[in-house]
């Protein structure tokens, strides 16, 4: 399915990856990213017979809106989602505009907000950010199947 209505694209690339993309301006735009996000993943496991746990359906909602919230609220201007999955992950990239890398706090139970980094580095595989000609580029992976005994398919602590 190709689409371009709404600044969403998904398709099918060389290589077995499945992919789809979004482009969001608006702080309305992180239910938008989330429910994209949903339906990616259900259809990768619908269409293309590829399973998704639960807990991965959630976790990659949980990081899409933790990125695009971070995007729209620190850089100015459209952000770009990307979800490719391949090898049994979904890898979730956010470009926006600004430069400036984002700032890792560490894990303090009392600090109120700016956990949302914390977050996606507990849940990702790899975490990585890439300074582009304008802006950067941040990029998890998450593994989309649990093993039969509920641990999460590679996950390495």
């Not at 690339?13 to 789809?20: A, E, K, N, Y």
């Not at 926006?96 to 303090?108: K, Q, R, Y």
């Amino acid at each position: 399915m190709q689409q371009t209505a709404g600044g969403k694209d998904q398709q099918a690339l060389p290589g077995g990856i499945i992919s789809v993309s979004g482009v969001f301006e608006g702080s309305e735009d992180i239910a938008v990213a989330r429910d994209l996000t949903h339906g990616f993943l259900t259809d990768v496991q619908a269409v293309h017979g590829l399973p998704v746990s639960g807990r991965a359906m959630g976790m990659v909602q949980l990081v899409v809106s933790e990125l695009v919230t971070n995007a729209r609220k620190y850089a100015p201007g459209p952000c770009l989602l990307t979800l490719e999955v391949c090898g049994g992950s979904v890898e979730v990239t956010v470009w926006d505009s600004n430069p400036t890398p984002p700032a890792i706090l560490p894990p303090d139970p009392t600090r109120i907000g700016q956990h949302g980094l914390e977050l996606v580095l507990a849940i990702g595989q790899s975490f990585a950010v890439h300074r582009e000609p304008v802006g950067k580029r941040i990029s998890t992976a998450i593994v989309l199947a649990d093993d039969p005994g509920g641990d999460v398919v590679g996950h390495h602590p």
